[in-house]
């Protein structure tokens, strides 16, 4: 845990939530709202009643230290659940369909073959159905305008905390001895594929390796930050979260740990369901790596799934980001 990803990671989060950051920020609200609560409100009898405490010690205090410590156990045993069912034969084709590119209808930069592995798509963008009028950097997908993702704000992306999403592409160009112009620009656009896991922004690309980068790498990774930083806030709250007097530490790492706690079970949730939706929307990616409920009625899990899928997994919506107008303007950090 470090104090530059518990100071910045609260925007990523942000970023990645959009509108679904009210769940955590009214969660570490009412927790913040218990902990302050005077002894002569309702909401401070109701935490005493809770905890069976006495009449003279800090119910909220104790209601508070019991329920945070409750919820972040549970947001570390969902992750590590999910984490390990992905794992396994029955649920990993749902991450792994991504790895094989479904979506490309163009060879690769670096094959001899200069014709489309498809005919019948040549020209037509596999996200939308309209013509295609750019190609995809790292899959060199013939896409459309709204099949492509056109990135984030430099002030947000290149600030700190980017790093290079497709090493094993990047290694697998700089060993090529054949076709040494070729290969460096290859190794080149591997290189400028960026992710960045503290403000959850990703490079330029097709709608396609945008999901795949961002269910799996920049998101996913997010996911595990967030779950060290929950944990670990809950620790120190209970390891030398007293000893400092200046100022109610320990109020502040319970905060941090639900805040934390909160927001990796909603981004893990939203990863999840943006992943399915995807696969749903788009019949390219119906493979027999892909497990068969996937594209099933799932019962109620439909209701969550329509709650925390990102909408701009859905076929022909496209998948660019909105951000304030002078976050484009500061072109420097």
């Keep these: 845990m470090t104090v530059m ?24 609200a009412a927790l913040a709202a218990a902990l302050t609560a005077p002894k002569s409100t309702a909401l401070y009898s109701f935490c005493g009643e809770l905890t069976m405490s006495q009449s003279n010690s800090r119910h909220s205090r104790h209601f508070a230290e019991w329920w945070t410590l409750l919820v972040s156990s549970f947001m570390m045993f969902f992750s590590v659940t999910c984490f390990v069912l992905l794992e396994t034969g029955r649920y990993e084709g749902i991450r792994a369909v991504f790895d094989t590119k479904p979506w490309q209808n163009a060879a690769p930069l670096l094959e001899d073959s200069d014709e489309l592995t ?11 159905g309209q013509e295609g009028s750019g190609t995809c950097p790292i899959c060199h997908s013939i896409v459309s305008h709204n099949g492509y993702y056109h990135g984030d704000p430099p002030i947000l992306h290149t600030v700190v905390g980017d790093s290079i999403l497709e090493h094993r592409l990047a290694m697998q160009a700089s060993e090529i001895d054949d076709k040494p112009r070729l290969a460096r620009v290859q190794l ?3 290189i400028k594929y960026r992710g960045n896991f503290l403000f959850a922004t ?27 930083l929950g944990f670990n806030t809950m620790l120190c709250s209970h390891l030398f979260g007293e000893e400092v007097l200046l100022f109610d530490l ?19 949730l939203s990863l999840l369901a943006t992943a399915v939706v995807f696969i749903r929307e788009h019949t390219f990616m119906h ?47």
Aim: charged residues 15%; hydrophobic residues 45%.
């Design 5 to 28: 990803q518990v100071m910045m990671q609260p925007f990523g989060i942000m970023n990645a939530l959009r509108g679904k950051i009210s769940v955590p920020i009214s969660a570490t």
């Design 118 to 128: 498809k005919a019948e798509s040549k020209l037509m963008c596999p996200f939308t």
């Design 188 to 190: 080149d656009n591997f």
């Design 202 to 228: 990703i490079s330029p690309s097709c709608k396609g390796c945008y999901m795949k980068a961002w269910c799996w790498t920049v998101g996913y990774r997010m996911v595990w930050q967030s779950t060290i």
């Design 250 to 268: 320990k109020s502040m790492l319970l905060c941090l740990s639900m805040f934390f706690s909160i927001s990796t079970v909603c981004m893990l």
């Design 287 to 333: 493979t027999a790596e892909v497990p068969k409920f996937v594209t099933q009625d799932m019962g109620v899990v439909e209701v969550l799934l329509r709650i925390m899928a990102d909408p701009r997994a859905r076929y022909g919506v496209n998948p660019s980001k909105t951000y304030w107008s002078w976050l484009w303007t500061v072109k420097k950090a």
